[in-house]
C-alpha cells in the first residue's frame, strides 16, 4: 500500500477538548498527539513503560495469526505505525488479519468492522478505549494497514475525521517523529 504522508493540524476545538488518556507533544515546529494511557474492555492498561517507540512509552497487545503469535508494541504517537515485534508469520499470507488480545486478561480486542480503505478487505477491526470508556480508538486489523478512526462522543465527527487522517506511515515518518 503506497501512502503519502498526512500530517494536519490539530483543531482548536480538539485542543480544548483533549480526551483523556491524550497528550500534545511538541516536536520541533509542530505540536502531534500521543496516546498516554489506552485500554482494554476490561480496563487493562495496554500502555507499557518498558518499551519506548520515538520516546513515548508503546502501546501492547498480543496478536494471533498467519501461524504465529506474540506480543507487539506499537507507537503511541497518533498517526505513527512502527511496530516492534517478537514473532514472524509462517507460511504465504503477508499480511494478515490478526487476532488482537490483551496481553494481561487475554479478552479478544478484535470486533467486526469493514475497513474504510477501498485497497483494504479486512472486515474487522481491533478496540481500544481511552481512559473515558465512551471514547475508542479503532485500527484496522489487518496486518500493515494503517487505518485508524478516533471515537471522541463529546466532538462532532467532522472534527474526527480531520484528526483521524493524520498519518506518519510512509517515507517522512523519521522527519517528523524523529529516529526509534
Known amino acids: 500500500m503506497a ?3 498526512e500530517v494536519p493540524e490539530i483543531p482548536e ?3 480544548k477538548s483533549l480526551p483523556a488518556g491524550m497528550k500534545i507533544v511538541r516536536r520541533g515546529e509542530r505540536d502531534l498527539l500521543v496516546v498516554e494511557q489506552l485500554f482494554c474492555r476490561h480496563g487493562c492498561n495496554l500502555v507499557t ?3 519506548k517507540i520515538h520516546g513515548q512509552n508503546a502501546v501492547c497487545f498480543s496478536i494471533r495469526a498467519g501461524g504465529a503469535q506474540g506480543l507487539v508494541f506499537v507507537d503511541a504517537f497518533w498517526g505513527g505505525h512502527k511496530k516492534l515485534f517478537d514473532f514472524m508469520f509462517a507460511g504465504s ?4 488479519v490478526v487476532d488482537a488480545f490483551c496481553p494481561h486478561c487475554k479478552v479478544l480486542l ?3 468492522g469493514r475497513c474504510q ?3 483494504c478487505s479486512s472486515e474487522r477491526k ?3 478505549y481511552l481512559a473515558d470508556a465512551s471514547n475508542r480508538i479503532l485500527t484496522c486489523a489487518r496486518w500493515g494497514c494503517p487505518e485508524h478512526e478516533l471515537l471522541v462522543s463529546s466532538l462532532p465527527m467532522e472534527v474526527l475525521e480531520n484528526v483521524s487522517r493524520t498519518n506518519f506511515f510512509g517515507e517522512g515518518e523519521e522527519a517528523v517523529l524523529g529516529e526509534l
Do not use: A
Open 13 to 15: 476545538v480538539f485542543r
Open 49 to 51: 513503560p518498558t518499551v
Open 110 to 112: 478484535s470486533v467486526e
Open 126 to 128: 481491533i478496540e481500544f
Open 117 to 119: 480503505r477501498p485497497e
Open 3 to 5: 501512502l503519502t504522508l
Open 93 to 96: 499470507e503477508r499480511d494478515p
